[in-house]
Nanobody, 126 residues
Framework: QARLVESGGGSVQAGGSLRLSCVGD????????LGWFRQPPGKEREGVAVLIRSDTAFYVDSVRGRFEISRNGTAPIVELQMNNLQLEDTAIYYC????????????????????WGQGTQVTVSS
């Protein structure tokens, strides 16, 4: 069954914007860590932006200042606004949720996340 469902991906020219949404099946995800990872073609999956305890945002350096993670309710439970997209942002973007407090000390570590969506493709072209 789908526990996290992403939407909002697409193709955009460099400098453009996209907004991703993630809808979960459990409100309890917000008690720990809920956020976004991405996997560029031929590369490892990496953390992008994470919401910790629903009120603290963490961003990887490469997207800080360009991306913003936020809540607008429980459906969707988290969104990612991506501005000034660059070629290096091209990837499959995954929503991920932690089910324990282990993520507090490592919000971008893949091993701290047990629930994943199927991903949504973001393609940035010049």
């Amino acid at each position: 069954q789908a526990r996290l469902v992403e939407s909002g991906g697409g193709s955009v020219q460099a400098g453009g914007s996209l907004r991703l949404s993630c809808v979960g099946d459990k409100n309890t995800y917000l008690r720990y860590c809920l956020g976004w990872f991405r996997q560029p073609p031929g590369k490892e999956r990496e953390g992008v932006a994470v919401l910790i305890r629903s009120d603290t945002a963490f961003y990887v350096d490469s997207v800080r200042g360009r991306f913003e993670i936020s809540r607008n309710g429980t459906a969707p439970i988290v969104e990612l606004q991506m501005n000034n997209l660059q070629l290096e942002d091209t990837a499959i973007y995954y929503c991920a949720a932690s089910t324990s407090t282990d993520c507090y000390n490592g919000p971008t570590r893949r091993e701290n996340y047990k629930i994943w969506g199927q991903g949504t493709q973001v393609t940035v072209s010049s």
